[in-house]
């Protein structure tokens, strides 16, 4: 199969119709790429026009596809430059693109056609019958089982669930796994963000609005204060909250400045403060708000203005209370803080470091999020975020966050911080599979735990024992079975449980051993996964307790 450039001329030759699917998704599914069969590769003219028509068809059907961002609702909408003012600690995520269910229909319909295979090794030979993984297959099930529970549904596997990834696949996952690593520790970022926020020394002033003038500077004059300036967030929340006792004459509203905002921007300061303080004396004498102002230079500014009732929880008190009450061991943090509009979005995320057959279907990150405004414009809100694998070489991804929960600034702030505290509780134990499954194995060197009776220094000295005594492979030819084990312990390496199994899984389907062999070797790894998961659970305090 090539994979032709018509725009460049530039040609890529595949050894399968997978792979320069694959490459053609990468690539965006760049317009100017066009497949072109191999004749040699199938003698069958029935086959190669079938795989004309084929190609042509996901063609034309990948053309449509959808980014998996999720969207603030219009109470926490964020602004369009946002991403050019906001403070940052993580580094991006690519966001992946997601085909259509056109797409991923006419992509198992040529498998189940045969016109495409459903698995092939890194030399792009097909291995028919070895690429689905019982290991994968029963873990892909456990932790959709959690994901349903916690509202997160994710598009299905474009290959058949289980299949295995390609060693670009794996390879992908490792560089994944190293920006992953790079990320500060989530507690980091929480502290991070609480810093940030306090640095900015906030105070909240509470005046009657029938008290505020406005300078020619565009200031506000307040009774017993300095002048505070106003941020333009500030100036909207401000129009928008003062009012008339009663419905003015000619209008159907107690808005002293309804629309007033675009209106008092094109405005030049003095004549604002004309307009504002010939309008203001119609204003509600009774009426309160509070002023939300912080450090702005060498004096302050409105950021934001709430009514009385409002309970203020700002965003370094949640950090500092979630830092203190969740274990966030293992987790890392992704943070962004818009200082302009105080929106603020933090993920901690959890993701292993390797994962014992990857395939088709895996879900290989996992996290929670919060939000939240403290200019008076959202609530406080989060949920659970999932990253899936849906192909042979992680290319095409399929990230979800589901929302779970909403506290609005209402009532006791106590109240407001001990809600918000049980609902990440909650996500996080809704991720408790994933987390079990994940460290177990991959935190507990061999060592710590007795097997087969002994202990053992290092997976080789494991492997060595369980050969000799018949614990693993015993229907298996000796030196075949050492050949296999050896080379799935040179692709693996380390001396932990997780090493152990990968091994065994790893040589089972190494090219080896017969079909009978492989599957054998491949049953008594996933039978060793529980067993292995109960002892190390019984020697170590993990992150998910």
């Not at 069969?37 to 079938?50: G, V």
């Not at 990948?62 to 403070?87: G, I, K, L, P, R």
């Not at 058949?160 to 980091?188: C, L």
């Amino acid at each position: 199969m090539r994979l032709v450039n018509d725009r460049t001329g530039e040609v890529q030759y595949f050894g399968t119709t997978v792979e320069a699917m694959e490459t053609f998704a990468a690539s965006g599914f760049n317009k100017d790429l066009r497949f072109v069969p191999d004749r040699d590769s199938d003698t069958s003219e029935d086959n190669y026009e079938a795989t004309n028509d084929a190609m042509d068809s996901l063609g034309e059907s990948v053309n449509e596809f959808t980014s998996t961002e999720d969207n603030y609702d219009d109470e926490d909408e964020v602004d369009t430059n946002e991403a050019e003012q906001a403070y940052h600690l993580g580094g991006d995520e690519t966001v992946p693109y997601v085909p259509s269910q056109e797409y991923k229909d006419s992509v198992n319909k040529a498998i189940e056609s045969g016109e495409l295979k459903p698995y092939s090794n890194s030399h792009g030979n097909e291995v028919t019958g070895k690429g689905v993984s019982q290991i994968a297959v029963d873990r892909i099930d456990r932790h959709q089982e959690a994901l349903v529970a916690m509202g997160i549904s994710h598009a299905p596997p474009i290959f058949a669930k289980g299949t295995r990834v390609r060693d670009d696949g794996n390879k992908r996952f490792r560089e994944f796994r190293s920006s992953f690593s790079d990320m500060p520790e989530a507690k980091e970022a929480l502290e991070a963000l609480a810093s940030t926020v306090r640095l900015e020394q906030r105070e909240d002033l509470e005046v009657f609005s029938s008290d505020l003038l406005m300078n020619d500077d565009g200031g506000l004059n307040i009774p017993g204060e300095a002048p505070i300036f106003l941020e333009e967030a500030g100036l909207n929340a401000l129009l928008s909250k003062m009012r008339a006792p009663h419905t003015l004459t000619g209008t159907r509203s107690d808005q002293l400045f309804p629309s007033g905002y675009r209106q008092f921007l094109a405005l030049d300061p003095d004549v604002r403060a004309y307009v504002w303080n010939k309008q203001v004396v119609k204003a509600d004498k009774d009426a309160t708000i509070n002023l939300r102002t912080r450090l702005n230079g060498d004096g302050r500014s409105v950021f934001g203005v709430v009514s009385p009732n409002y309970a203020v929880v700002d965003a370094d008190e949640i950090a500092a209370n979630l830092a203190a009450g969740i274990d966030f061991t293992g987790a890392k943090g992704k943070l962004t803080y818009n200082p302009a509009t105080t929106n603020v979005t933090f993920d901690a995320l959890w993701m292993p470091e390797t994962i014992t057959d990857l395939a088709a279907g895996d879900v290989f990150k996992v996290g929670m999020r919060f939000r939240t405004n403290d200019s008076g414009k959202g609530s406080i809100n989060g949920g659970g975020i999932s990253f899936r694998n849906l192909c042979l070489n992680l290319i095409i991804l399929d990230e979800k966050y589901a929302p779970t929960f909403r506290i609005r600034h209402m009532g006791d702030v106590s109240h407001v911080k001990e809600t918000m505290l049980s609902h990440m509780e909650a996500l996080k134990a809704g991720f408790n599979v994933f987390l079990q499954d994940w460290g177990y194995l991959n935190e507990t060197p061999i060592n710590k735990v007795e097997l087969w009776g002994q202990r053992f220094e290092t997976v080789t000295d494991a492997l060595d024992y369980g050969i000799q005594e018949g614990e693993i492979g015993k229907a298996i030819a000796d030196k075949v079975l050492v050949e296999a084990l050896t080379v799935g312990y040179d692709f693996e390496q380390g001396n932990t449980l997780e090493s152990l199994v990968n091994s065994l899984t790893r040589g089972a389907w190494e090219g080896l051993l017969d079909e009978v062999e492989s599957a054998t070797l491949e049953k008594e790894a996933g039978v060793l996964v529980p067993v292995l998961a109960a002892k190390a659970k019984q020697v170590n305090q993990m992150y998910f307790q």
